[in-house]
């Protein structure tokens, strides 16, 4: 089994965003930072896994001052009766 903090697997990555999910809602630059670099797909995954997450469109300004709009930000509204990422 691969250690998730670190590893870019697909399914090492779905349990990294519903861990931050479960903390708060988590724009796309959020999770990239946590390593997790295909968020439209893996979100897509965990939707077809029975997470209901919503996505909204915002603005956000990054570290050098740059504003990017529409970027999306991820909340987890609802979580599958007894699955797991």
Same mark, same amino acid.
């Given at each position: 089994?691969?250690?998730?903090?670190?590893?870019?697997?697909?399914?090492?990555?779905?349990?990294? #965003? #519903?861990?931050?999910?479960?903390?708060?809602?988590?724009?796309?630059?959020?999770?990239?930072?946590?390593?997790?670099?295909?968020?439209?797909?893996?979100?897509?995954?965990?939707?077809?896994?029975?997470?209901?997450i919503?996505?909204?469109?915002?603005?956000?300004?990054?570290?050098?001052?740059?504003?990017?709009?529409?970027?999306?930000?991820?909340?987890?509204?609802?979580?599958p009766?007894?699955?797991?990422?």
């Amino acid at each position: 089994m691969s250690d998730t903090n670190k590893s870019t697997d697909g399914g090492a990555q779905r349990h990294r #965003i #519903i861990e931050a999910l479960r903390r708060r809602p988590q724009t796309s630059y959020d999770l990239r930072r946590a390593g997790c670099y295909q968020c439209p797909t893996r979100v897509f995954e965990l939707r077809n896994l029975g997470y209901e997450i919503e996505t909204r469109r915002v603005v956000v300004v990054d570290a050098d001052g740059f504003e990017h709009c529409r970027v999306a930000l991820y909340s987890l509204a609802a979580e599958p009766k007894g699955g797991a990422a």
